[in-house]
């Protein structure tokens, strides 16, 4: 992770040449400093977004320090004041440190225990405003179960749409964790077959002496008949979990069904046709060898491909919200803050395991079982990092503005032109986020 920017301070002192002189400090620092000689006009300009640290004098007539404190703090609890006190007020800054005031230092002051008192109080600004963004980015996401606006998730969003509504048969490939199944469900859920049954078969699990029976059922004299899985299926979606780690006895007879749809009971005298959708699934490390070319023909008429979390990074920050979020509820928890050390975990591990790997974390953080995640030794460019960041803030800005550019630009803080380049840069689909598409 990268060293922390600096952050706006807010300077509240109406005694000039020392508001002048903890300026300087601070500005040689690298912090942006908005200097007020009156607490009513600072109070005016600092709203609960305010993204910095307020550093204010106690003693200042018509609106002492500690009213201002207690006015912002009853604005926004979790913005951090540092007062400024004589000796005399030392008890009263410490009643205020005790109602949530962050310090305060006691005139005369070193410059360094300024700075030192700013730079902590900003790196937890910094962490409440990203678990903020993180909280309003889960509330204003895409309703669907693909969580994300990477350029790779939006083009399978659009495919499970697009597929949905069509009876073509369909292979499902990705990494172990990506959500084949999800997708399996969420074309199901959008069809016209939706209102009957998704009957999924864990191919590893059906042995080559059963197969017969698993898919088609049996029909035998003195015995109930039994319903295989195909019939059960009628009307709906068939779904194949690792199709490509099937035996040779299911493989054959799943390929002759996607041939003829017929389901042929043990026992019986006439097959049966059957009305289904069939969706396999496999995992994408060339395990394709396995599946006889027959049944991958008949099954892969079209082929949805999802990618691991390590190539859509700019998309894990949001997809663990919502899955802290999903955690805390189920263990009846609030949600914790994410650290910044979490945060940089998130982008920087390649994540083997995907979505199930981070729902593990997720659910240890909301039990509060995680340690501060160690590093992974090998960290992401720093370009690559900024990227995901960038992207995740600019998209944040267009839907809390409700796909007002000019609102999100103000909101950003951007030159118009440097807004529009970077939107081109990170491949931001500005029509999709406005609702304007299709």
């Known amino acids: 992770m990268t060293d922390m920017p600096p952050r706006p301070i807010a300077l509240v002192d109406d005694d000039d040449d020392l508001r002048a002189a903890m300026a300087q400090t601070l500005t040689l620092a690298g912090h942006e400093v908005r200097a007020f000689a009156r607490a009513a006009d600072a109070l005016a300009a600092i709203d609960a977004d305010f993204p910095g640290v307020v550093v204010s004098d106690v003693r200042m007539p018509h609106m002492s320090g500690i009213d201002l404190f207690r006015a912002l703090h009853a604005r926004d609890a979790e913005l951090p004041v540092i007062l400024v006190t004589g000796h005399g007020d030392v008890p009263m800054a410490v009643d205020a440190l005790k109602a949530g005031a962050w310090d305060f230092l006691t005139k005369p002051f070193n410059p360094d225990a300024l700075l030192a008192s700013v730079a902590r109080a900003s790196e937890k600004r910094l962490l409440v405003i990203e678990n903020r963004r993180l909280r309003a980015m889960v509330d204003t996401a895409v309703a669907s179960p693909l969580i994300g606006h990477s350029p790779a998730i939006e083009r399978l969003r ?9 009876n073509i048969d369909i292979l499902v490939e990705g990494e172990t964790g990506t959500g084949k199944e999800l997708v399996a469900r969420m074309i199901h859920q959008r069809s016209r077959r939706a209102s009957a049954q998704f009957v999924s078969i864990a191919c590893a699990a059906v042995p080559d002496g059963i197969a017969e029976t698993s898919l088609h059922g049996e029909s035998l004299a003195g015995r109930a008949p039994l319903e295989g899985r195909l019939a059960r299926a009628h009307q709906g979606t068939l779904f194949l979990d690792d199709v490509d780690q099937s035996g040779p006895a299911l493989q054959a007879h799943l390929i002759q069904f996607l041939e003829d749809r017929l389901v042929r009971p043990v026992g019986a005298r006439e097959p049966q046709p059957v009305d289904l959708r069939v969706i396999g699934c496999m995992t994408q490390q060339g395990q394709a060898g396995a599946i006889q070319p027959a049944l991958l023909y008949r099954l892969a008429a079209v082929r949805l491909h999802i990618p691991p979390l390590r190539e859509r990074r700019e998309d894990i920050p949001l997809i663990f919200a919502h899955l802290l979020d999903a955690a805390a509820r189920r263990f009846r928890r609030a949600v914790p803050p994410v650290s910044r050390a979490v945060l940089a975990h998130l982008l920087d591990h390649d994540w083997p395991g995907n979505v199930h790997e981070l729902g593990r974390l997720a659910e240890r953080l909301a039990l509060g079982l ?34 007002d550019m000019g609102q999100a630009i103000e909101r950003l803080g951007l030159p118009r032109k440097t807004f529009y380049y970077r939107v081109r840069r990170l491949g931001i689909d500005l029509r999709k986020l406005r609702g304007l598409d299709g």
């Open 158 to 166: 659009d495919m499970v749409a697009t597929l949905a509504d069509t």
């Open 370 to 403: 995680e340690q501060e995640p160690a590093s992974d030794g090998a960290t992401l460019p720093l370009d690559v990092r900024m990227d995901a960041f960038e992207r995740m803030a600019i998209i944040e800005a267009i839907q809390a503005t409700g796909g």
